[in-house]
């Protein structure tokens, strides 16, 4: 039997905010375990949590980047459940009334657009950390307790680990673009939970469903949901059935252990919290901050096809992020042309950056640099081989390339009388291979232009040393 | 003349015209609090050594002409209210040892008029309760009578203002905690509107219906208090940011005129006939000096104490889970982390409060939310609505604050409904919000304390003391002491 795959995501966002959600603790991460935290975080007896405008602001954002409906009005309600990282054993969070509902993503697999949707968008705190294994006992580190959190639920419309990758890429993108988180899923401030099944192909009803936790890396979403659904057919298959569960992936061995079945699952006792007001008149305030928010990558990206004539995969990926966009068109403006500029970007200087693990804000090479360049190739003082060599250096050096060009001597030879002399040389040093492409070896041309470029260190203009060649024959 | 006996008033005008010191009324009360405070047990932490600090510090205030309406005046706190690096216990053995490293709004407010503290008072733990019989420390007693209960569970700053051991006092009422007890021990005690005084620092019982207000031995001392305590705080979001009057020039306005609401359902079997007979002369002497009394319904009374303890019980709930051995408090030891949180939890709380931690854990549990707590809270929106219409047709209701004078120790406490039963008048005004006061209206021939409670419209404070103080001085059950 051919089962498909049935997948929802539940994503925690954490937001870019200067301070925690309800106090006013700052959120800078790594810091020494409590020493971010206050009365109101640590959940002393008598205080109060005060919301952070900003995190309704960001959520609102979201939701709209998201096409959802954004409440009017919205509330929040405590989660209750005991943990020694949530100090006042419950979370503030919300529930019946989310502050965004109904919206979705739109990703492309093989070149055809899928659209995800997205159930809600909530805002609650983060709880604190547990450390164990120090002794026979556990430590609490609470700075990140009260830290601002979006939680983003999508319908089950997600039918494949790639798919699930695709929908987190494009999420990651969106969130980064409207800054308001910095979707860094090593650092934990993107975390992704897994809602997966299979049935039968032409089932219209679910399976039993399991939820994957502790997907901490965007390498991991699809092996992790890979090995998932490959674990449940096998059960399937060989007759048994799939319980329903949390489990853990371990990213170590590569595989999902059970957590906690349904049964031990908490009844959260989830009921209006009474120490916050709720919010009202959001939509007004969604049309303001509307009116404020900036390109977005989907319209980013139809622009730059329609406006630079660049290919969707091109166009796609440079608009994954917003500041590689950005670089592309200063470039565009510095005077380069689109599509020339795209290829270089997308393979060489990616290529560059990824090698060092930077992204593109920490680019050494202005983009005024890459236009040049591409100017001395263009009135073919270098040729596109070298220019690569160049562009390399430039990287390094952080040097213009006509400096590196004349530094090194790089300058194409365009000389007729000095290349046909070499040519000759070449010639007369190699008969035996002459006497095959005479016979009618053609690729033996390839040969020959192989030894000029050798014995001018590529510096041979390709074009004419073709055509010189031809002559001599 | 002992100073421990007067009011902020009296003692103001004194102070100001440099007759008398603050260290001369500490001195006072002190005297007092040595000569009945073991008997009466109002206080949980006695703070001597910091309130003659205090009382210097007021002191240099007034030398400079520096002073406000409550410079250099003693004053007891509830010991649910958080004071920076003072014991604030809740009365429970789970916070035994607890010490605020911040102070709550209200004693910052105090603080800046260098007002002094002489102590944290007793209450039921968790001012869950109706009689401080439920402290983890020590049953407070009735000034007026030892064998009885000073009500609660502000019944230690209740008792300690009958007592003179203080000038007046903080309490907190969440479902009749300040009017109730202030009833049974015959002074003055005012639940603001929800809203109007700031709980941050309230170590939260039922936060919907939670309120600070002050005790007092007349109703002008209860406007000079709430002068102070009321008004916006951005640290607590339910807090309403309105302009605040000056309470104190609502006072001495007659009351001619004004339709005073008699609520039918609050006049029925059960209420005491000396309580109810009382009441009905206050209603005549009211109506002697110009108010106009109506005849009103509020029809969801009988419900409010059914939906009190589905509300209250599930906030509390909540509110209480992190009392769990982790952070600070009691803790006891355990094999792993569920046996100390479960040994912590069993040791630390008392009955009353594992009964409402259970009972608002099962109204919110999946499949009976529905059926418990939001039931509930569409009740209280009715009987919001009951006020609400009521205060259509008249500008403040009168009831009894408690349907019998203080029992006795011990009377009540293996029957929890019956203790329950004894807020029934004082519950539905928390639900609604709205702001009420009890004052004295007589006594019983066996000279316990009656109480008559006046409740007000949302924010309207000012009506209440009106009605308040004309009747307060058209009789003199105020200037009766319990000592
Ligand atoms: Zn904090």
Redesign the interface.
């Known amino acids: 039997m051919k089962y498909e795959a049935v997948i929802g995501l539940e994503i925690h966002a954490q937001m870019l905010t200067d301070t925690k959600i309800f106090c006013g603790c700052p959120t800078t991460f790594g810091s020494e375990p409590n020493t971010q935290t206050c009365?109101i975080c640590?959940?002393?007896?008598?205080?109060?949590?005060?919301?952070n405008k900003k995190a309704v602001e960001f959520a609102i954002k979201t939701g709209i980047a998201l096409n959802c409906k954004i409440s009017d009005y919205s509330r929040f309600a405590?989660k209750?459940y005991?943990y020694?990282d949530l100090?006042?054993?419950?979370q503030i969070s919300q529930y019946e009334l989310p502050i965004c509902e109904r919206g979705h993503i739109d990703i492309f697999i093989d070149k055809l657009p899928k659209r995800i949707g997205i159930t809600r968008i909530h805002i609650e705190e983060d709880a604190g950390k547990n450390i164990h294994s120090i002794g026979n006992y556990?430590l609490?580190d609470l700075n990140r307790a009260g830290m601002p959190l979006m939680e983003i639920v999508t319908e089950p419309d997600i039918s494949s680990p790639k798919e699930a990758s695709e929908f987190m890429k494009k999420l990651r993108t969106i969130l980064r673009y409207l800054g308001v988180c910095d979707g860094n899923m090593e650092q934990g401030s993107l975390r992704c939970d897994a809602n997966v099944s299979i049935r039968p192909i032409g089932q219209t009803y679910f399976g039993t469903r399991t939820e994957i936790k502790n997907i901490n890396s965007f390498r991991f979403v699809e092996k992790a949901l890979e090995y998932e659904i490959g674990r449940q057919t096998i059960l399937l298959e060989e007759g048994g059935s799939v319980v329903q569960e949390t489990r853990l992936w371990d990213s170590s061995t590569g595989i999902t252990l059970s957590m906690r079945s349904k049964e031990e699952a908490h009844?959260y006792?989830?009921?209006p919290e009474?120490?916050?007001?709720p919010l009202v008149g959001l939509s007004a305030k969604a049309e303001e901050i509307k009116k404020s928010l900036s390109e977005l990558p989907d319209s980013k990206r139809n622009r730059f096809i329609t406006q630079y004539n660049l290919p969707d995969n091109d166009a796609e990926s440079l608009v994954a992020e917003k500041a590689l966009a950005e670089w592309f068109e200063d470039a565009v403006r510095a005077g380069g042309q689109p599509k020339i500029l795209s290829n270089w970007i997308l393979s060489e200087l990616l290529k560059l950056l990824n090698e060092e693990n930077k992204s593109i804000t920490e680019c050494p090479i202005k983009p005024s640099q890459l236009v040049d360049m591409l100017k001395l190739i263009e009135n073919e003082t270098i040729s596109g081989k070298i220019a690569k060599a160049v562009f390399e250096d430039m990287y390094r050096t952080g040097k213009n390339a006509d400096v590196l060009v004349e530094e090194k001597g790089l300058i194409q030879i365009k000389d007729e009388g000095a290349l046909e002399k070499i040519i000759e040389d070449i010639l007369s040093n190699n008969p035996k291979e002459l006497e095959r492409l005479k016979a009618g070896e053609e690729k033996l041309i390839g040969f020959f232009v192989g030894q000029i470029m050798k014995a001018t260190k590529g510096k041979a203009n390709p074009q004419l040393a073709n055509e010189l060649l031809k002559k001599k024959l | 003349m002992r100073l421990n006996k007067l009011t902020i008033k009296e003692l103001r005008r004194l102070l100001d015209k440099r007759e008398i010191t603050p260290t001369e009324i500490l001195n006072d009360i002190y005297s007092q609090i040595d000569r009945y405070e073991d008997k009466i047990k109002s206080y949980i932490t006695i703070t001597k050594d910091f309130s003659y600090k205090m009382a210097e510090d007021a002191e240099d205030h007034i030398k400079n002409g520096l002073m406000s309406p409550l410079t250099g005046i003693p004053l007891a706190i509830k010991d649910?209210?958080?004071t920076k690096g003072i014991l604030?216990t809740?009365a429970s053995r789970i916070?035994y040892n607890?010490l605020?490293?911040?102070e709550?709004t209200v004693t910052e407010k105090l603080l800046r008029q260098k007002y002094i503290l002489v102590g944290k008072t007793n209450l039921d733990e968790f001012a869950m309760g109706s009689s401080t019989e439920n402290s983890f420390f020590h049953t407070t007693k009735n000034p007026w009578n030892m064998q009885r209960v000073p009500g609660g569970s502000s019944g230690g700053s209740a008792a300690a203002v009958a007592a003179d051991e203080c000038i007046a006092a903080l309490g907190s009422d969440t479902g009749g905690s300040i009017r109730q007890p202030a009833s049974f021990c015959g002074v003055v005690g005012l639940k603001p509107t929800y809203g109007l005084v700031s709980?941050?620092?309230?170590?939260?019982f039922?936060?919907?219906l939670d309120q600070i207000g002050p005790i007092t031995k007349d109703v002008t001392d209860s406007a000079m208090m709430l002068n102070v305590i009321a008004g916006y705080d951005?640290?607590?979001?339910?807090s309403v940011p309105i302009d605040v009057p000056d309470y104190v020039s609502a006072i001495g306005r007659d009351i001619k005129g004004l339709k005073i609401g008699i609520p039918q359902e609050f006049f029925i079997e059960g209420l005491d006939i000396e309580v109810s007979n009382t009441v009905k002369e206050a209603i005549n002497k009211l109506e002697s000096i110009g108010a106009i009394p109506v005849d009103i319904s509020l029809p969801h009374t009988a419900y409010a104490v059914a939906t009190y303890y589905i509300v209250a019980t599930?906030?509390a709930?909540?509110n209480l889970?992190?009392?769990?051995g982790?952070?600070?408090g009691f803790r006891a030891s355990g094999k792993d982390?569920l046996e100390m949180?479960m040994n912590s939890r069993a040791q630390g709380f008392g009955d009353e409060v594992k009964r409402r931690i259970m009972l608002g854990?099962y109204a919110?549990?999946?499949g009976y939310?529905d059926a418990y707590?939001k039931k509930a809270q569409q009740i209280r929106t009715l009987i919001m609505q009951d006020f609400k219409m009521a205060f259509e047709k008249v500008d403040a209701i009168i009831t009894p604050t408690s349907p019998t004078p203080a029992f006795e120790i011990g009377e009540k406490t293996t029957d929890p409904l019956q203790m329950y039963l004894s807020d029934i008048f004082t519950i539905s005004v928390n639900l609604a919000g709205v702001p009420a006061i009890s004052i004295p209206c007589g006594f019983t021939q066996d000279n316990l304390p009656i109480g008559l409670q006046i409740i007000g419209r949302n924010f309207d404070e000012e009506t209440i003391f009106r009605v308040a103080y004309a009747y307060e001085q058209s009789m003199d059950f105020y200037k009766r002491r319990a000592i």
């Open positions: 009365p640590a959940g002393m007896p008598g205080v109060l949590p005060v919301l405590r209750n005991f020694p100090p006042k054993n419950y556990s609490v009844d006792r989830y009921f009474p120490d916050l007001v | 649910n209210i958080c604030t809740c916070l607890f605020p490293p911040y709550s709980r941050f620092g309230l170590i939260a039922a936060s919907s951005p640290l607590d979001s339910t599930s906030e709930s909540s889970s992190r009392y769990d982790v952070k600070y982390l949180y854990t919110l549990s999946s939310y707590y």
